[in-house]
């Protein structure tokens, strides 16, 4: 009898509390993969150079001048580049989470009627 009521109760609790568990916790991922990519600051310091430091003096010849300009261009187009393709991944991950979630919710609902499915399967294969 109080096999039956464990099993009950799991049934109560994973299709009520588990549910929303599962859809916060979906959430949540979804949160992190945003804010681990950064997107916002990725978005705003996207035209940045990357990690480019001024130190021409005021005094430089021209020469150096247009050096240092070319240098500061070349790496501006590389901060560029590299941001604009972390961009694509994080939208790709992103994306690939989201569009996930529903495919987990459904395998989170299908479980206990899996597992009882399994066992009724392994006991017929034991003896056969």
């Given at each position: ?8 109760s ?9 549910v ?31 990690g ?46 989201i ?30």
């Open positions: 009898m109080k096999t039956f009521s464990l099993i009950i799991y049934l109560r609790w994973h299709y009520s509390d588990g929303k568990s599962v859809v916060r916790i979906w959430k949540d991922i979804i949160w992190f993969a945003y804010h681990f990519f950064s997107v916002p600051i990725l978005m705003e310091k996207l035209w940045y150079p990357l480019a430091e001024d130190l021409l003096r005021e005094d430089a010849e021209a020469t150096r001048k247009i050096a240092h300009l070319l240098f500061k261009f070349i790496l501006r187009f590389m901060g560029i580049i590299s941001r604009i393709i972390l961009l694509i991944i994080s939208v790709c991950v992103i994306l690939l989470l569009f996930s979630g529903p495919l987990i919710f459904s395998l989170w609902v299908l479980l206990p009627i899996t597992a009882v499915f399994l066992m009724i399967l392994g006991v017929l294969l034991l003896f056969l």
